[in-house]
C-alpha cells in the first residue's frame, strides 16, 4: 500500500517532522494566513469560495458533513496541527469534547492559545499524541477526524486500526489527504516524488484504493473515496507560483545562513508537488467509513 518508504526509524522520523513544522511555521504564516485561518492544509475550492482564506475554512465545512458531525459527538482530530479544525468544530457546530492530538510539542502550545483566543478552551484539548498509538481506550470517540495528517504516518494500515479501535460502535471515520493514483511507480517517478516528499517530512503517501481497501479489510462498513483533485488545483498552483517568486532568494538566504535548510527544502517540495500533480503522481482523496453498530 505505501510507497516511497524508506528505512528510517520511527524516533528519527518524527524528529524530522517536528524539526519540519517547528522551523517551517513562518512560512505558512507569510503565505497561508496561519495566524487568522490556524490551517496547514490545501483547502477545498468550489464555487463558494473566493480566496484562500474561504477555501480552508471551506474544507472544515465539507468533512463535517461528510463525516454528520453534531454537537453531541465527541471527535478525535488525529494530528490536529495548530487547532484550526478542532476550534472550527467547536465555533461551528458547537462541539462539546473534542481531543486534538499531534507529536509536535510546539503545535500543542500554539494550539492551546488559538482556543482560548477564541474561547472554545473548554470544548477541545490538545495533547501531544501519536495517533498510531493514542493511548486513548477503546471505543473513546464517535469521529476520528484526520485532515491532511495521515501522509506522515509510517504505517497508513496502522493507522486505520487504531482509528477502528477507538471509534465507538456507529463511529464514523473521515480522512482528507494526498494519496498516490498508482500501486507502483518507476524509478524517475519515485526520485520526482521524493524531492516533493522529503520537503515535507513524508515518507511516502498511501495508494489510494489501496487505503479504502484497508479500510474494509479492518471493519469499516459503508467506506467510501472521493477524488476532489480540482477542488485542490488552486492552492497547488498557488504554492508553485510562490516557489517561483522566492526559490533564487530561498537560496541565497540559505548560503547566508539566514533561513535554515528545512526552510528551503519547503519551498523546493512547493515547486515540485506542482510537477508531481501534472504527472499524475498524486491526486486528493476524502474517505468516509463508520465503524459497525454492535450487535446485541
Not at 477541545?124 to 485532515?147: C, H, K, M
Not at 494519496?179 to 526520485?191: G, R
Not at 524531492?195 to 479489510?217: A, P, R
Request: glycine share 8%; charged share 25%.
Amino acid at each position: 500500500m505505501e510507497n516511497l518508504e524508506k528505512p528510517v526509524g520511527q524516533d528519527e522520523y518524527y524528529t524530522a517532522i517536528r524539526k519540519y513544522y517547528d522551523t517551517c511555521e513562518i512560512d505558512y504564516k507569510l503565505l497561508w494566513r496561519l495566524d487568522r485561518c490556524m490551517a496547514l492544509h490545501y483547502g477545498y475550492w468550489d464555487d463558494t469560495t473566493q480566496g484562500v482564506s474561504d477555501a480552508l475554512l471551506r474544507q472544515n465545512q465539507v468533512l463535517a458533513e461528510k463525516a454528520r458531525i453534531t454537537p453531541a459527538d465527541k471527535v478525535l482530530d488525529a494530528g490536529c496541527g495548530v487547532g484550526g479544525s478542532s476550534i472550527w468544530l467547536a465555533k461551528n457546530i458547537g462541539c462539546q469534547e473534542i481531543k486534538g492530538i499531534t507529536i509536535v510539542e510546539g503545535q500543542v502550545k500554539t494550539a492551546t492559545k488559538y482556543a482560548v483566543k477564541h474561547k472554545v478552551e473548554n470544548n477541545i484539548s490538545f495533547e501531544q499524541r501519536d495517533y498510531l498509538n493514542t493511548g486513548y481506550p477503546d471505543e473513546s470517540f464517535d469521529v476520528v477526524w484526520a485532515l491532511e495528517s495521515v501522509c506522515h504516518a509510517m504505517s497508513k494500515p496502522d493507522f486505520i486500526r487504531e482509528a477502528f479501535r477507538v471509534l465507538k460502535p456507529g463511529g464514523r471515520l473521515v480522512v482528507a489527504d494526498f494519496f498516490s493514483p498508482k500501486e507502483q511507480l518507476t524509478q524517475d517517478e519515485k526520485d520526482l516524488m521524493s524531492d516533493w516528499l522529503e520537503g515535507w517530512s513524508v515518507n511516502g503517501l498511501g495508494y489510494g484504493d489501496g487505503f479504502l481497501h484497508s479500510m474494509q479489510e479492518t471493519g469499516f462498513v459503508n467506506a467510501c473515496k472521493q477524488v476532489a483533485t480540482e477542488n485542490v488545483i488552486p492552492s497547488a498552483k498557488r504554492l508553485y507560483r510562490y516557489s517561483l517568486l522566492t526559490r533564487h532568494g530561498a537560496k541565497l538566504l540559505a548560503f547566508l545562513h539566514l533561513r535554515a535548510k528545512n526552510q528551503n527544502r519547503n519551498i523546493n517540495a512547493v515547486y515540485q508537488q506542482w510537477h508531481a500533480l501534472k504527472y499524475d503522481l498524486w491526486e486528493y482523496d476524502m474517505f468516509y467509513g463508520e465503524k459497525p453498530q454492535a450487535t446485541a
